[in-house]
C-alpha cells in the first residue's frame, strides 16, 4: 500500500492549528494507521496508532481521524516543540509501509 | 528507562558488508519484534526487516537475500549483518519495537548512519 502525505510542508505559527493528510493507495485494514513526530538527531516518536487513539505521554493537543483511504493528523494549537516531520504508516496489510513525510516548519 | 541504543554504522565500498547493532535496556527484550527501519537522504522511512520472539525472520524485497537479521535475547541485543552493499543502501538504520499486537512501532532508537560510497 502506498501512502501519500500532504502537503510536503506546512509553514506555520505557533498556536495555529496544523491539518495533516495520508492517503492510501487502497483501503487500510481496520484503519491500522498509525503516526510519528521526527525531529532531526532524534528517535521518532509515536504519536497515534489505530488511526485515532494517542499514544502514552501523548498531549491532547494532538489528534488522529479517518477511515479507508483518507487519514488525518491534527494538531489544535501548535507548541514550538511541535515542529517536526510527520510520517505516517499502515500496518494493515505486510509490508508495513510509511508515507513519505510532512514538514512542519515555523512561518 | 525503556531505550534502544543502535551502533556499528560507518562507510563501506560498495559490494561490502558491515554489521548494525542495537542494545535494548529497561524492557523484556525477548518478548516483542524488533525491527530495523531505514531513512536514506532526503527519502522516507522504509521498513527494512523483522525478527520474532521465536526467531522467525522477514524481510522487505529490497534486501532480501543480502541482509540477515538477528537477535540474542541473553544480552538484549539485536542485529542486521547487511551483506552485497550498494549505495541506495545509504540511509540512518533505526532499531525499532513494535507493539506486542500490532505492526506499529511504539519505541524507537536515534539510529546509526551507513554510508556506502567509493
Known amino acids: 500500500i502506498v501512502l501519500t502525505q500532504s502537503p510536503g510542508t506546512l509553514s506555520l505559527s505557533p498556536g495555529e492549528r496544523a491539518t495533516l493528510s495520508c492517503r492510501a493507495s487502497?483501503?487500510?485494514?481496520?484503519?491500522?494507521v498509525a503516526w510519528y513526530q521526527h525531529k532531526p538527531g532524534q528517535a521518532p516518536r509515536l504519536l497515534i496508532y489505530?488511526?485515532?487513539s494517542r499514544a502514552t505521554g501523548i498531549p491532547d493537543r494532538f489528534s488522529g481521524s479517518g477511515s479507508g483511504t483518507d487519514f488525518t493528523l491534527s494538531i489544535s494549537r501548535l507548541e514550538p516543540e511541535d515542529f517536526a516531520v510527520y510520517y505516517c504508516?499502515?500496518?494493515?496489510?505486510?509490508?508495513?509501509?510509511f508515507g513519505q513525510g510532512t514538514k512542519v516548519e515555523i512561518k | 528507562e525503556v531505550h534502544l541504543l543502535e551502533s556499528g554504522g560507518g562507510l563501506i565500498q560498495p559490494g561490502g558488508s558491515l554489521r548494525v547493532s542495537c542494545a535494548a535496556s529497561g524492557l523484556t527484550f525477548s518478548n516483542y519484534v524488533m525491527s530495523w527501519v531505514r531513512q536514506a537522504p532526503g527519502k522516507g522511512l522504509e521498513w527494512v526487516s523483522a525478527?520474532?520472539?521465536?526467531?522467525?525472520?522477514y524481510y522487505a524485497d529490497s534486501v532480501k537475500g543480502r541482509f540477515t537479521i538477528s537477535r540474542d535475547s541473553s544480552d538484549n541485543m539485536l542485529y542486521l549483518q547487511m551483506n552485497s552493499l550498494r549505495a541506495e543502501d545509504t540511509a540512518i538504520y533505526y532499531c525499532a519495537k513494535e507493539d506486542r499486537t500490532y505492526w506499529y512501532f511504539d519505541l524507537w532508537g536515534r539510529g546509526t548512519l551507513v554510508t556506502v560510497s567509493s
Open positions: 504508516q499502515q500496518y494493515g496489510s505486510s509490508p508495513q509501509t
Open positions: 525478527v520474532s520472539s521465536s526467531g522467525s525472520t
Open positions: 489505530g488511526a485515532s
Open positions: 487502497q483501503s487500510v485494514r481496520s484503519s491500522y
